[in-house]
């Protein structure tokens, strides 16, 4: 059985109100939010955390999913990439630490590869990770400014195994593509450009419906069959059309949270369909229908073991948790549109190559050492203790999922930051019990999602992937710390199951 | 394995110590003439008379050349140190040993730091190439973890210890409006410190030192040749330094409260000169107040306080100008301004300065043996850090007016 063996989206923490839009442009009026990347996301920063969290929904994985059928491969679809030429997909597979023996590429430029890539994964034979993130907006008062939204999704496919199985069996699928121009972008610009709204609808509503017939029709699956039909694409209005056309008969269309985070571009349909499959039950037949020059439809059935699949941070955990109330130039400077008067301090020299790839593993994979005789964690990894001298007895020490408690914080209002001030604490990580507090390790680290006045002695935080900064056009990946967010509530709201 | 020290073998003869200021009409070569020239005239001898050089900039310059070229020296070694910001000091400890294992007769230590060129507010590292992981955290960020760590193990309530704070700033003002070579000259109340926009953490304007341009400098003889160039020698009883390995960035057991480095430092430096009871014996000490919950942790971690009562002693004034042990009367880095090169030596300035009864009248301090006051004490304290809480530097000597 080929299928879904995990899932995850990742909705970033800061939201602009599309009121804030409108009231900054004179209007009022504005439903809902879009979800927008802090200052230190990117892309490939999103698709690690997206990636992270589909992992993790899989304790055994790593184990379960025997040498011959670990993640054998890596693909990383986005319109908005940190690199050309340079593969973005490496960073995050080294960030997720998938090993140096599997391929990692990248399938960026159009918001259809990203479809086309999770089709590619279902129709081929090695369990395969997709990751799919994008950052969406526009011009100031665009539609796309105020429509779209970021985020990542993570689909791991495969042929599933003990531990790790099959949640949402492949049924089959159909695509219909044409030759037309609607939406296109100069690379470089911010500004999609559109053709008159009226000329994609009827490109997309014959495309949408005809791949959807055909779908079903080779799956052998009737429309009365599909629980939940799915619709996503770049074109609203057809959205809209072809999903009144081919949810009828069915079990409904999906809430595609647009009103919630904005239309995440090439991580979407992903992210649509995470949010579905930690809603549904086991046997449960779902249509994707995602419009982008073409259609492509995908077709799931739940199986019995998404009854046990817990999944880590759910869809709507994220958005319940997001923090409202970003100011519109905070947004337009995160995107690069508003210049802000930056600190009067040095920037930073960019990131040595060389350094860094002595140290991957713990600039991307957040990987420290442990004194084997004292147990002593050093981050980062040094060849000495520092509780005995030992030299070179140190085991590696992954801490990207520890979990610690601040110590002490401060507010940096001088040094350097793309977004000042700097909120820093020092936090301790938890230790195995029954182990002395230096087998917890410490560092001093950069917080990120939260405000300077909500950070406290004694707060819990978790550790995740950014950008630091860039320089040089070298993006300068590493780990910040954030609070933990609050506990995955969906199992009780809004959940099926 | 001991730490021998070099009690009594090495006299500084003679010291010189530019006004620190935003010197925009000087260069690092123009402040170095100065500083050099004042000293060689302090010590009554000419360039060519001096053997060897220890020059310490943090990053001014680089090399032996820095020096030697301004000053036109012929032929003469000139060793460039660096230690962060206590990279004055080191200069004067290179200089002392080799004068004191026999290498030259006649050295000279000599400090300079040109930061106001680099066009940006505050110290400025120079990047050395790394992976990008490194905290970027300024210094008084990564100094003010200390106040609210300090407040939690001591039980001191938050308002009174940023008052506690504020005086020791205050203090320092007040001491530096009595230097025409400080840098701020002007005296700030307790509560004009407390309502300074807050710089990181609960650190305001006020609670950080000044940054300068600067340059500082001694010479250093055997001791038995001192009174060859001054009636007044000033004796070095001790000298000492500590690298922190860094490791209580990762420790968990560091509870920011305390700078291990100094204590360290400061036991060996006063095993090197004798010293069992610093408050008593010492007529005053310069110290590292590069921030003002630096100076409170100083005072216990050179033994000048007990644990955890530093702030009731800097609320009593003991180390005022008139306190029992006077501190930075000098005015310190926060008054007197912090050319990083330059502070370590410009700390020993004010011990030459007051323990030969030379400082000014307006800030003469009451602790020092002098014709008025014969039961006064002889020896005076130098402190010198550099790096920050979990991971510094530190340096400590002890100088005294006396043999023995």
């Known amino acids: 059985m080929r299928g879904i063996i995990s899932i995850a989206g990742y909705v970033p923490y800061h939201r602009l109100e599309r009121s804030a839009i409108a009231a900054a442009h004179g209007g009022g009026g504005g439903k809902g939010a879009r979800a927008v990347a802090s200052y230190d996301e990117d892309a490939t920063t999103m698709a690690v955390e997206a990636g992270r969290l589909a992992l993790r929904s899989l304790p055994g994985a790593r184990d379960a999913l025997g040498a011959a059928e670990r993640v054998q491969q890596l693909w990383f679809s986005t319109t908005a990439p940190s690199y050309t030429d340079k593969t973005n997909a490496t960073t995050a597979l080294a960030a997720l630490r998938l090993g140096r023996e599997v391929p990692a590429f990248d399938a960026n430029g159009a918001v259809r590869s990203a479809v086309g890539v999770l089709r590619a994964a279902l129709a081929g034979r090695d369990t395969t990770l997709v990751l799919t993130s994008d950052l969406r907006t526009g011009l100031p008062n665009s539609a796309d400014e105020r429509d779209g939204g970021d985020g990542a999704a993570a689909i791991l496919v495969g042929d599933g195994a003990p531990g790790a199985p099959v949640i949402a069996e492949h049924l089959g699928g159909a695509s219909a593509s044409e030759e037309f121009v609607d939406r296109w972008r100069v690379p470089g610009e911010i500004r999609a450009r559109l053709w008159e709204e009226r000329f994609g609808e009827t490109r997309y509503v014959p495309l949408g419906t005809e791949a959807f017939k055909q779908a079903l029709s080779d799956a052998g699956v009737a429309a009365e069959d599909l629980d939940t039909v799915i619709v996503t694409g770049t074109h609203a209005r057809a959205v809209r059309q072809v999903a009144g056309k081919v949810g009828a008969g069915t079990g409904g269309v999906a809430d595609d949270i647009t009103v919630e985070i904005g239309n995440a571009g090439a991580a979407h349909a992903g992210l649509v369909l995470a949010d579905v499959l930690e809603r549904s039950q086991p046997g449960a037949t779902i249509a994707l229908v995602v419009l982008a020059d073409g259609a492509d439809v995908l077709l799931f059935r739940t199986t019995e073991a998404l009854a046990s699949y817990a999944p880590a941070r759910r869809v709507r955990t994220q958005i319940a948790n997001g923090r409202a109330g970003l100011s519109y130039t905070s947004f337009l400077s995160w995107k690069g549109v508003l210049t802000i008067q930056p600190p009067n301090r040095p920037e930073p020299a960019r990131a040595s190559s060389s350094a860094a790839v002595r140290n991957d593993d713990w600039k991307y994979g957040f990987v420290g050492s442990q004194d084997r005789e004292s147990g002593a964690v050093h981050l980062p990894p040094a060849r000495v203790s520092f509780t005995n001298g030992a030299v070179d007895d140190m085991a590696p020490r992954p801490m990207a999922d520890a979990v610690g408690t601040i110590v002490t914080s401060t507010v940096d209002r001088l040094a350097y930051s793309p977004s000042p001030p700097i909120v820093f604490a020092v936090v301790d990580f938890d230790a195995p019990d029954g182990s002395g507090s230096k087998n917890g390790g410490r560092l001093p680290v950069e917080l990120t999602d939260v405000a300077a006045a909500d950070v406290h002695i004694g707060d819990r935080v978790e550790m995740t992937f950014r950008r630091l900064n860039q320089s040089d056009g070298i993006q300068n990946y590493f780990w910040k710390a954030r609070p933990v967010p609050a506990a995955d509530t969906a199992a009780t709201e809004g959940s099926d199951r | ?404």
């Not at chain 2, 000087?26 to 001898?45: I, N, P, R």
């Not at chain 2, 008379?49 to 070694?77: E, N, R």
Request: with cysteine; net charge negative; charged share 25%.
């Open chain 2, 1 to 404: 394995m001991s730490s021998h020290g070099i009690k009594d073998k090495v006299a500084i003869v003679g010291m010189g110590c530019t006004p620190f200021r935003e010197h925009w009409d000087k260069g690092a070569d123009d402040l170095l003439v100065d500083a050099a020239h004042e000293t060689f005239a302090s010590a009554g001898v000419a360039k060519d008379d001096v053997d060897a050089f220890w020059l310490g900039t943090a990053q001014t310059g680089m090399s032996g050349i820095t020096l030697a070229a301004p000053l036109k020296l012929q032929g003469k070694p000139v060793t460039r140190v660096e230690n962060y910001c206590a990279t004055g000091s080191e200069a004067l400890r290179q200089a002392a040993y080799a004068v004191a294992c026999g290498a030259y007769d006649v050295a000279m230590a000599i400090g300079v730091e040109k930061v106001k060129d680099g066009g940006y507010q505050g110290l400025n590292a120079f990047p050395i190439p790394n992976d990008g992981t490194a905290r970027s955290l300024t210094a008084a960020a990564m100094f003010s973890l200390v106040a609210p760590a300090y407040a939690r193990r001591y039980g001191v309530d938050d308002d009174t210890l940023k008052r506690v704070l504020a005086r020791i700033a205050s203090k320092n003002h007040y001491n530096g409006a009595r230097n025409e070579r400080a840098q701020f000259r002007r005296e700030m109340s307790v509560d004009a410190i407390c309502a300074a926009p807050a710089v990181a953490g609960q650190l305001g304007v006020f609670d950080c030192a000044g940054v300068a341009d600067g340059s500082a400098a001694a010479i250093v003889v055997r001791a038995e040749d001192a009174h060859r160039y001054t009636d007044k020698p000033l004796y070095i009883k001790a000298l000492s330094f500590v690298a922190g390995n860094g490791s209580g960035l990762i420790d968990p057991d560091y509870d920011y409260t305390s700078f291990p480095e100094v204590a360290r430092a400061a036991a060996d430096a006063y095993a090197q000169a004798g010293i069992s009871d610093p408050r008593r014996e010492l007529a005053m000490a310069e110290v590292h107040d590069c921030f003002t919950p630096t100076e409170l942790v100083l005072m216990e971690d050179l033994g000048f306080s007990v644990r955890g009562e530093a702030w009731k002693d800097v609320e009593a004034g003991a180390f005022d100008l008139h306190g029992d042990l006077p501190v930075n009367p000098d005015g310190g880095l926060k008054s007197f301004g912090h050319p990083v090169g330059a502070s370590g030596l410009r700390m020993h300035f004010e011990n030459w300065l007051q323990l030969r009864g030379e400082a000014p009248d307006e800030r003469r301090i009451p602790t020092v043996k002098g014709p008025d006051n014969p039961d006064g004490r002889t020896k005076g304290l130098v402190h010198n850090l550099g790096g920050y809480p979990g991971e510094m530097v530190s340096f400590v000597s002890i100088v005294g007016t006396e043999l023995g």
